[in-house]
């Protein structure tokens, strides 16, 4: 995720969600919900790309122990700042798609708004990673946009863009669910069926659902026994 970790983040990233016009933050609510709804208050909690924290913070009171990971220290260091007052908050310096966990080290992991494209990395792996931290009988849910949500979803990076916050939208080179910046900001988003063919060549169950009209959500739980081998179960 270099362009985040270069152009977007702490202060600035903080600055995109200061910004989100309310059509987007009822969406940024929603997906926050459909976990907080799934969370049970003994679990531990993995959020992959967790930024400055504002998704860790709003499922902490909901949760044992919240974990974030993140590649720009700048997130990190505006998240230690943020989180003093959240006792069960930890972030940490770390790659999702090579995660330095031990197995079966989580209830739930978690990787929200599109990270799953946003990151740039090996899409496989990225899951991989996730299932084996994730316990038998936790939950690993990953989201990205609503095909129906374009709209929205364009204003926002227009309005991102009008704040100086990254580059013009370069508007020949935008459409079909991709967004294109002049200073080399891409990413698509992720449909129902790539979510399907995705779990489908991992060999893993996944239920898919749609939130709000705005996100969609690829949700698996662990199966086997505790002291089952992790790689029996992928």
Known sequence: MPYYADNLSGENLRRCYEVAPSRV????????????DRLRPADTLLELGCGYGRIVFQLAPH???????DT????????ARLGASHANCEFL?????????????????????????????DQEKLVREAVRVCRPG???LFSSYAEEFWPHR?????????HGLMGAIDHKATGDGVIVCEDGFRAGFM????????????GI??????????ATFCACRIPGDPKLDKTTRI
């Not at 364009?154 to 009008?162: D, H, N, Y």
């Not at 898919?208 to 705005?214: F, H, L, P, W």
């Open 191 to 202: 449909r129902p069926a790539d979510f399907t063919d995705l779990w489908r060549r991992l």
């Open 63 to 69: 949760a044992a122990r919240c974990v974030g990971i």
């Open 138 to 140: 936790g939950q690993v």
């Open 154 to 162: 364009l204003a926002w990076f227009e309005t991102q863009a009008a």
């Open 72 to 79: 720009a220290p700048t997130n990190l260091e505006l998240a």
């Open 25 to 36: 933050r009822r969406y940024l609510d929603a997906e926050i919900a459909h976990v907080r």
């Open 205 to 214: 169950p996944a239920d898919i659902t749609q939130v709000d009209g705005s």
């Open 93 to 121: 310096l770390m790659d999702a798609a090579n995660l330095a966990l031990a197995d079966d080290a989580f209830d739930a992991v978690v990787c929200l708004q599109n990270g799953i494209r946003a990151f740039g990395c």
